[in-house]
């Protein structure tokens, strides 16, 4: 995670908290990509954080639930 000179390489500032790196731009989308009914931009932070963001996301709006007779199914 550092350099020759002893100073952080960029996959150490990409997992810290706070850098300067562009982030991700998650939306999600209405009838067409002119409708958007959610978007979240997460920049400047650590990419683990950016990973969880998008997971629930993802959960939030793409994982749903489906009961058949007694059984509940993701």
């Known amino acids: 995670m550092f350099t020759k000179d002893k100073k952080y390489n960029n996959a150490a500032a990409l997992l810290s908290d706070e850098n300067d790196f562009y982030g991700i731009d998650m939306a999600r989308f209405g009838n ?3 409708e958007i009914m959610d978007r979240e931009t997460i920049e400047k932070t650590s990419v683990l954080k950016q990973y969880d963001a998008a997971v629930s996301m993802i ?3 793409y994982q749903y639930e489906e009961i058949s007779g007694i059984e ?3």
């Open 32 to 34: 067409s990509i002119n």
């Open 59 to 61: 959960k939030r709006y």
């Open 72 to 74: 509940r199914k993701k």
